[in-house]
Nanobody, 127 residues
């Protein structure tokens, strides 16, 4: 089991930037596929971005392409989500997730792949 702790959320004006971090602990983290999801009040949890364990395969939701960047630092056991040009519709609780299942990046959006989740960090974008 992998334990995940997110940080870096906060209040930012529209057009601003934030970087979220997800620190992992536990065995075999370095071979996990990692992803960020988000959930707004009254909405389903939705996929934001995913990255494979060597960082060579990435996937993004259409709504964040060109604005968000996912990356990982295996030495630090940390995954990042750099968010630029933030919009009010990006307001949500952001969750980090880890999957031990190797799969195509086309499947990274599937919540059922992920066996470990963090507690979430709030991102609020004011317009």
């Amino acid at each position: 089991q992998v334990q995940l702790v997110e940080s870096g959320g906060g209040l930012v004006q529209a057009g601003g930037s934030l970087r979220l971090s997800c620190k992992a602990s536990g065995r075999t983290f370095t071979r996990h596929t990692m992803a960020w999801f988000r959930q707004s009040p009254g909405k389903e949890r939705e996929f934001v971005a995913g990255i494979n364990w060597i960082g060579s395969s990435l996937s993004y939701a259409d709504s964040v392409k060109g604005r968000f960047t996912i990356s990982r630092d295996k030495a630090e056991n940390t995954v990042y989500l750099r968010m630029n040009s933030l919009k009010s519709e990006d307001t949500a609780v952001y969750y980090c997730a880890a999957s031990s299942i190797e799969t195509s990046s086309r499947a990274y959006y599937k919540k059922e792949l992920y066996g470990s989740w963090g507690q979430g960090t709030q991102v609020t974008v004011s317009s």
